[in-house]
């Protein structure tokens, strides 16, 4: 794997850890809110669907092994398995699906903000989906509790999260291009494999 790779996997992974401490706990959902989104939705435009896995499993290994990476300062193994342990897990899914139908648009001057901003919304879908099902299972909540407890509150913020993301991803996109930093993360392009 080239370094330039393994450089804006870390980075990815480091930026995703410092924005998880913009949080705010809210007093009717043990769920707070968090600027990681914003971090993670961009991993899967810039990186791609592997490479951006690859950085949402080192920071979900970082937390796991007790780094306070999580919101609030937070790590240790109980994160993943707590009331919002489904959120994180969701990130997988999400970022790989996400990267991976953006992957065609890593080409130079193709920006692909629809691309863009339609593949952000279906990864916060299935952070979303992963979170409310964990959400349910831990605390006992129903269906419906969960969604009002674990969803509804967020859509607006997450919402406009995806959207800047997907703005400033299409941007920065047209910029790695231009130095010469995003062919390193095309899967399945002849780059990719030699660097």
């Known amino acids: 794997m080239a370094v330039r790779r393994l450089t804006l996997i870390a980075f990815f992974t480091a930026l995703i850890a410092i924005l998880a401490q913009l949080a705010v706990p809210l007093p009717f959902s043990p769920v707070p809110v968090t600027g990681q989104l ?3 939705f961009l991993a ?3 990186l791609g669907g592997r490479d951006g896995c690859l950085a949402i499993l080192a920071y979900l290994l970082l937390g796991a092994a007790g780094a306070p990476v999580f919101s609030l300062g937070r790590g240790g193994l109980m994160m993943l398995f707590g009331p919002t342990g489904g959120y994180l897990w969701g ?3 999400g970022v790989y699906l996400s990267g991976r139908l953006q992957e065609g648009n890593q080409r130079p001057g193709a920006p692909g ?3 863009t901003a339609g593949a952000t919304l279906f990864f916060l879908g299935c952070i979303y989906l992963c979170g409310a099902i964990q959400l349910s299972l831990v605390t006992g909540y129903s269906a419906s509790e969960a969604i009002l407890a674990g969803v509804l509150p967020f859509i ?10 997907a703005v400033l991803g299409a941007r920065v996109k047209k910029i790695m291009h231009a130095g010469g930093l995003l062919q390193s993360c095309a899967v399945n392009s002849p780059e990719a494999v030699r660097d």
């Open 113 to 115: 903000l629809l691309t």
């Open 44 to 46: 899967g435009t810039l």
């Open 38 to 40: 914003l971090g993670v």
């Open 156 to 165: 607006p913020l997450d919402a406009a999260k995806a959207f800047i993301a």
């Open 91 to 93: 990130f997988l899914p």
